[in-house]
């Protein structure tokens, strides 16, 4: 195969867009998929949710609006349990953790890669059939609510539960968590999204007061939950353990009933995270439908809302709208007339497979010097694989984010184990995911005739700890007598281990080291990371490629492979800017400490829209993704439509030499006072033969074009912004002005 990387051609076409006195049409924005629009007819299960309820005792509601079961009680390894109605026909309902696929604590289940890479796909319907696949095995385990759907925004690049979310933008994150919740739902899984909201670091996470004003709310932080709640209705939002603005986001009347219910209409349920709620009638009243609990201290429980009954703090009419809403979510989503009982065969193989198709596809490829990638096994006898246990496993996120997976059949290793403050030793703190096929084999396989030799630190039991001076000695030396050295650098994170301290690899592990040495006794050093944050990469301009691999779930040493032997071509786009170096970043402020109250005073400059609105070059810009193949942009056309939209046309075509993906991106710069430069509002996904072109149409709605007018507390709609279209936030190749 002939490998070509072509120049950058630069076009530009300068279009007039006459700013107009246009109507715009709020409605066209946001509308539900088709799959939540042919959900059971919602008039029809709000008349049944109705009439279920005024079949139900006092006892039986209380009972339906918390769960007070300690995870190790719940049925199937779960994280909360309702009990059902049996004279009603009402079933019990199981939920489990399913971020990067189930939680279960006693199931064996499939791990898919982590949501950042899924991210980084840019795929809409690859993000559909994760929630589908996620929700396959669910539902053969018994479980009937998935609580996966994480969107918190990228604020902070060194928030332990990034690899849980789906980046720094809120239209990528909200529409790939849309496509999520669908796919979910479709096979009668009740999604959640979540942690609702302000929720971005982990430092004080119990209660740390996140203060954001109202605009920079509603134009990033709520807006991935609203374009998903909106899009494709999911039966819950979970609120986080965050305060917002002062008051605990479980019960902020705000967020719960002004937003949410009743600016976004949302008729599913609020439920708390596992501990979240701080009080009964308060929490209620505010908009709270469901406490879950973690067997601590309650405020749901059956007495304590029959008491705030009695005296007059929650009326039964509120009373009524939390059972009501579970009810509704049960039936239009079809876990009452179809439970799920449990027990049935996981194809794990197939399961498997679509791993490892997200994995390839969510694979950036960071630089590639000269072509270096992709390898030719018939060129290369002699391969040296270096560090982050490529020999036997891939990195995986920690907390409820992680999985058991079918090949251990438990959460594997963990000895020794430290990182972040922890120092325990459990499933909850494993993030080494043990492979049939890790990255060493999957090579062997696709080079056959070449010797293939691993170095680094084979140690199961302290996978953390600093390479040795000798290690670092050996990896060289082999290195050095090899045609390519492959060195895999890893960054764990997890829930509840705090932030990371910095964006680099040099602590405790000392991996920068490591690359330094390996990439002075080889030129021809490939590095691949396996994170879920962005990593500094001080050695960047001394080694020939990088690839980012994300935590790459449990098909990722043959996902790894594939791209570096250019069975792949490289498709993703970063969802998170990389900088050069900690300082640069919006959060680091002063000396890089956490603020236990983070006032989020860089408002609407958050994640690329900050490195362009203060102008710092960052490493790798939002966006931003190689392939084997080179891409042209042509042709762009703007128009105006009566109701307010945009119609952005351009022509793509793959003017490379080897069938490839790209992912245009339209971006817009709107008119308005403090305004960032250019933010995201569309995009597309395909693939092209070599030679093929294709003609692209992204609308671009009114409320795309808008900003969040505080005086009148709406939305404004701003017309006669620059259209930009590129191949990443910077890359921009046609304008419209
Ligand atoms: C996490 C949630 C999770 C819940 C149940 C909490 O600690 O913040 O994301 O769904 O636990 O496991």
């Known amino acids: 195969m002939q490998k070509k990387l072509w120049p950058a051609v630069a076009l530009a076409a300068a279009v007039c867009v006459a700013a107009r006195a246009d109507v715009p049409d709020f409605s066209l924005d946001f509308a539900p998929t088709s799959a939540a629009m042919n959900a059971f007819g919602s008039a029809a299960a709000h008349r049944r949710a109705d009439t279920l309820v005024s079949k139900m005792t006092l006892d039986e509601k209380l009972q339906f609006i918390h769960s007070e079961y300690a995870m190790s009680a719940v049925p199937g390894g779960g994280a909360g349990y309702i009990q059902g109605v049996p004279r009603l026909g009402i079933p019990d309902l199981n939920m489990v953790d399913s971020a990067t696929g189930s939680g279960s604590t006693s199931q064996a289940s499939t791990t898919f890669p982590a949501t950042i890479a899924l991210a980084a796909s840019w795929d809409r319907r690859l993000s559909s059939n994760f929630g589908r696949q996620v929700a396959i095995e669910l539902r053969a385990q018994g479980f009937g609510m998935g609580l996966g759907g994480g969107t918190n925004l990228a604020r902070e690049p060194r928030g332990g539960r990034l690899f849980e979310y789906l980046g720094e933008d809120p239209v990528l994150a909200g529409e790939m968590l849309a496509e999520r919740t669908d796919g979910t739902q479709s096979e009668k899984v009740i999604a959640t ?15 740390g007061n996140s203060q954001i004003d109202e605009r920079t709310l509603r134009e990033l932080y709520l807006l991935p939950f609203e374009i998903a709640a909106k899009r494709a209705q999911p039966g819950s939002v ?40 701080h009080s009964t009638a308060n929490a209620i009243n505010a908009g709270l439908d469901e406490e879950e609990d973690v067997g601590s201290t309650v405020y749901l429980t059956p007495t304590a809302v029959r008491q705030a009954i009695a005296n007059g703090s929650v009326s039964t009419a509120r009373l009524d709208d939390m059972v009501r809403r579970k009810l509704y979510v049960m039936i239009r989503v079809g876990v009452m007339d179809d439970p799920a009982k449990g027990g049935a065969t996981i194809n794990f193989a197939g399961a498997n497979a679509f791993a490892q198709a997200v994995s390839e596809q969510s694979m950036v490829l960071l630089k590639n010097d000269s072509n270096q990638l992709p390898l030719s096994a018939a060129s290369l006898s002699r391969i040296a694989v270096i560090g982050g246990h490529a020999d036997a496993a891939v990195l995986t996120g920690g907390g409820s984010g992680n999985t058991r997976d079918p090949v251990t059949g438990a959460f594997a290793g963990c000895g020794g184990l430290t990182f972040g403050t922890s120092t325990g030793c459990s499933w909850w703190t494993n993030p080494w995911l043990k492979l049939n096929t890790p990255i060493v084999a999957a090579i062997r396989a696709l080079a056959p005739s070449a010797q293939v030799s691993f170095a680094g630190n084979s140690d199961q039991q302290t996978p953390f700890r600093a390479y040795t001076q000798q290690e670092i000695d050996q990896a060289a030396a082999l290195a050095a007598r090899s045609d390519v050295a492959i060195v895999v650098v890893a960054q764990p994170a997890g829930e509840d281990f705090g932030d990371l301290q910095s964006l680099s690899l040099a602590n405790p592990s000392n991996q920068d080291a490591l690359v330094d040495a390996v990439a002075h006794a080889n030129p021809r050093t490939i590095v691949v990371v396996e994170s879920g944050n962005p990593v500094l990469m001080p050695w960047k301009d001394r080694v020939a490629a990088i690839v980012e691999a994300w ?65 710092i070059t960052p490493m790798f810009e939002f966006g931003y993704g190689l392939s084997y193949t080179h891409f042209s942009y042509s042709g762009l056309s703007v128009k105006h439509r009566p109701d307010g939209a945009i119609d952005v046309s351009f022509t793509v075509r793959n003017d490379g030499r080897m069938a490839g993906a790209e992912v245009p991106q339209v971006y817009l710069g709107v008119p308005y006072r403090d305004e960032p430069p250019r933010r995201l509002v569309g995009w597309e996904k395909f693939g092209l033969n070599p030679g093929e072109a294709r003609h692209v149409r992204i609308t671009v709605t009114p409320r795309m074009q808008s900003v969040w007018d505080t005086s009148r507390n709406g939305w404004r709609y701003v017309p006669g912004g620059t259209v930009y279209v590129g191949a990443s936030s910077r890359d921009i190749r046609l304008q419209g002005s």
Not at 193 to 207: L, S, T
Not at 249 to 270: I, P, T, Y
Not at 589 to 610: C, H, I, S, T
Request: charged share 20%; glycine share 12%.
């Open 551 to 615: 935590y790459p779930g449990e098909g990722g040493g043959n996902a790894i492979a594939n791209v570096l032997f250019g069975k792949v071509n490289p498709s993703g786009k970063l969802p998170v800017t990389f900088p050069v170096r900690d300082q640069d970043t919006p959060t680091w402020g002063q000396n890089g400490a956490f603020e236990p109250d983070p006032v989020y005073a860089e408002k609407l400059n958050m994640g690329y829209r900050w490195y362009d609105a203060k102008n």
């Open 238 to 277: 979970m609120c986080s353990y965050n305060r917002l603005n002062g008051d605990y986001a479980c019960e902020n009347a705000h967020l719960l009933n002004d937003v949410l219910k009743n600016d976004w209409r949302f008729e599913g349920q609020v439920q708390s995270d596992w501990g979240a709620t």
């Open 193 to 207: 999204i979540k942690h609702y909201a302000g929720n971005e670091q982990e430092h004080n996470r119990g209660g």
